[in-house]
């Protein structure tokens, strides 16, 4: 009996139609080529499914196991890594959150390849702050290296939590560790930006070319992964009108192209250099681009802005040129203004683009109030952040308000159920 069910037919219809001899060879040619082209089928979609031989799971059921050790909303997987309950889409009953209660609770969760599957062919464009690039950076990170990551809030940490935590007091903390080889050399901001965007390409190289960079640098083009990265920051001054931090990140799977961009909005500003997208190709030889940390705009004249406008302008403006499919946005430093009518009237305009609100997590200081998602004026697609942070351990934190890979990890998987 073959997998594909295509004996099993012919045997069916064999047996059955021994009376009809003359229906019968007609049937068994027709069930023949029905079960080829099932069995056709059917190896196709396996082959779409892996970027190998070996097919692997794209959505993994797991069981988690509640503790008091977490707060309310957290339990434990058996490898010991702290989940997230998604009352909504892990929960069977979402009128009550009872079930938590439960010893144990089975959760979904998509593999790294499960998130390739579901993110190929769509562009994904995130807009806020820093805490909105660590997530960014996480997903790009974890795209790149084909595993969820080990931060410091957990037993060992991966080089690629300098990605994620792309703070400058981490960067020099952790300068002289063997595991972080040639980026020990970073002191400033505008270091940060070259190494980081390195890091987030699939071939890591020391002088970074960001105008000629292409997916065809030899071998399978499958998990290419290159990065763009539109960034400066004033040495030794604190001008946010003069941060630049805008990342456009391309990666190419077995399944479609993955598209995910990152524009910042400290204070209701966003800009637009204009050597890059939507401006000019991704990939584009002849164009003269300024290198990540040297994107400035003033004084050394190595880059112009083709945009500024404040959040509600660029919605309209730069959203739509990007070809985005899918909007994550938050409103910056203004931590309890309430942007939920905004992205309402915006989502109604643009139907093709889905637009999610991307709520804050909780100052653990207790100096900053974040907006309560749940109490916003406008209904709107949330992943609430705000809620996942609360009572977790400090150790979760990188600061006061940035989060390690267990929270990130755990937005990201609320971001791609959004999305699938």
């Known amino acids: 009996m073959e997998a594909d069910g295509s004996v099993v037919l012919l045997e069916r219809v064999d047996v059955s139609n021994n009376n009809m001899p003359g229906r019968s060879s007609k049937r068994i040619l027709f069930t023949a080529l029905l079960g080829l082209c099932l069995h056709l089928k059917i190896f196709d979609y396996d082959d779409t499914l892996s970027s190998s031989s070996n097919r692997s799971t794209t959505i993994l059921s797991i069981q988690c196991n509640n503790t008091n050790e977490l707060p309310q909303g957290w339990c434990l997987d058996n490898n010991a890594v702290p989940r997230y309950i998604d009352i909504v889409n892990d929960v069977h009953n979402t009128s009550s959150r009872e079930e938590e209660t439960q010893s144990t609770i089975e959760l979904s969760r998509y593999s790294v390849e499960g998130f390739e599957q579901c993110l190929a062919n769509k562009t994904v464009v995130f807009i806020g702050e820093s805490r909105v690039r660590f997530q960014y ?219 999610t609100y991307l709520s804050q997590p909780l100052d653990i200081s207790g100096k900053v109030q974040m907006l309560d998602p749940r109490k916003m004026k406008c209904k709107i697609d949330t992943i609430d952040r705000t809620s996942m942070t609360e009572g977790v351990p400090q150790s979760w934190y990188v600061d006061s308000v940035h989060v390690w890979s267990i929270l990130n990890e755990e937005f990201n998987h609320q971001l791609i159920k959004m999305i699938c």
């Not at 040639?182 to 400033?188: G, I, K, T």
């Not at 965007?197 to 105008?211: A, D, F, G, V, W």
């Not at 403006?317 to 899918?326: M, S």
């Open 137 to 355: 950076m996480h997903l790009g990170l974890m795209l790149k290296t084909g595993k969820f990551m080990n931060c410091q809030d957990r037993d060992s940490y991966d080089m690629e939590c300098l990605g994620i935590a792309l703070k400058q007091s981490v960067w020099k903390s952790w300068v002289g560790d063997g595991n972080v080889a040639s980026y020990n050399n970073a002191s400033d901001w505008n270091d940060m930006f070259k190494y980081s965007t390195i890091m987030l390409n699939s071939y890591e190289q020391e002088h970074y070319n960001q105008s000629q960079s292409t997916m065809h640098h030899g071998g399978d083009n499958n998990n290419r992964q290159v990065s763009l990265c539109d960034c400066f920051r004033v040495p030794n001054e604190y001008a946010y009108d003069h941060h630049f931090e805008n990342r456009y990140t391309r990666r190419n799977t077995v399944f479609g192209e993955i598209n995910l961009i990152y524009l910042q909005n400290q204070r209701d500003r966003i800009s637009m250099n204009k050597d890059f997208p939507p401006y000019v190709p991704f990939y584009n030889p002849n164009n003269k681009r300024c290198k990540p940390g040297e994107c400035g705009r003033w004084s050394t004249g190595d880059s112009t802005n083709a945009y500024v406008g404040n959040l509600k302008s660029s919605l309209y403006d730069i959203i739509p040129l990007l070809n985005t499919t899918h909007l994550f946005v938050n409103s910056g430093w203004d931590f309890e203004r309430d942007i939920s009518c905004e992205l309402k009237e915006f989502s109604k305009s643009h139907p093709d683009i889905k637009v």
